[in-house]
T-cell receptor
Framework: DSGVTQTPKHLITATGQRVTLRCSPR?????VYWYQQSLDQGLQFLIH???????AKGNILERFSAQQFPDLHSELNLSSLELGDSALYFC?????????????????FGAGSRLTVL | AQSVTQLDSHVSVSEGTPVLLRCNYS??????LFWYVQHPNKGLQLLLK??????LVKGINGFEAEFKKSETSFHLTKPSAHMSDAAEYFC???????FGKGTKLSVKP
């Protein structure tokens, strides 16, 4: 157990629907990162929050949004789902803000949420 | 801009033989580099990181990587493969924001 908790582990839904993925970071970690892993795109960085504030944005679609709450858990909202959104979504946490050039920012990953859109 | 290229999508070795997983990077400034491992149906786990200290970095499970600025490489090696090393390995640059496509390592008995 890495200490990063993601729910649900598996989710099957239909096109056009909306889902919410939840992440609880490791105790003491203030940064939360979201990644999407698919067979054709590999592991893509989506978004990063530090202590409730958005810090960096990657290849996140406009249909997707995220937030980090005062208790530091984070939610990734995926709406108007398409078949191509089927993927494994990972959350990771770290202690420090993690700038682009930071070498000290080691991530602890959760086990992922597997989303299947039918 | 920064980028990372893992040169092999799949590497197959026999148990007890050396492992070499290749990674080249591109960066306009001194990069931080990481290797993560992902076992089947698991999250990613840090193997090792380079942060401009020693160029030869030792990680967990007997893995190590050498930062070579002249070759812009950060290859991952292990002297002797074990069956439990079978997994997917990711080279990462730029503070965990840019992942390579991954190299799947298979270990034959």
């Amino acid at each position: 157990d890495s200490g990063v908790t993601q729910t649900p582990k598996h989710l099957i839904t239909a096109t056009g629907q909306r889902v919410t993925l939840r992440c609880s970071p490791r105790s003491g970690d203030l940064s939360v990162y979201w990644y999407q892993q698919s067979l054709d795109q590999g592991l893509q960085f989506l978004i990063h929050y530090y202590n409730g504030e958005e810090r960096a944005k990657g290849n996140i679609l406009e249909r997707f949004s995220a937030q980090q709450f005062p208790d530091l858990h984070s939610e990734l909202n995926l709406s108007s789902l398409e078949l191509g959104d089927s993927a494994l979504y990972f959350c990771a946490s770290s202690q420090i803000p993690g700038t682009v050039i930071s070498g000290a920012n080691v991530l602890t990953f959760g086990a992922g949420s597997r989303l299947t859109v039918l | 801009a920064q980028s990372v290229t893992q040169l092999d999508s799949h590497v197959s070795v026999s148990e007890g033989t050396p492992v070499l997983l290749r990674c080249n990077y591109s960066s306009s400034y001194s990069p931080s580099l990481f290797w993560y491992v992902q076992h089947p149906n698991k999250g990613l786990q840090l193997l090792l990181k380079y942060t401009s200290a020693a160029t030869l970095v030792k990680g967990i499970n007997g893995f190590e990587a050498e930062f070579k600025k002249s070759e812009t490489s950060f290859h991952l090696t292990k002297p002797s493969a074990h069956m439990s090393d079978a997994a997917e390995y990711f080279c990462v640059v730029s503070g965990n924001l840019i992942f390579g496509k991954g190299t799947k390592l298979s270990v034959k008995p």
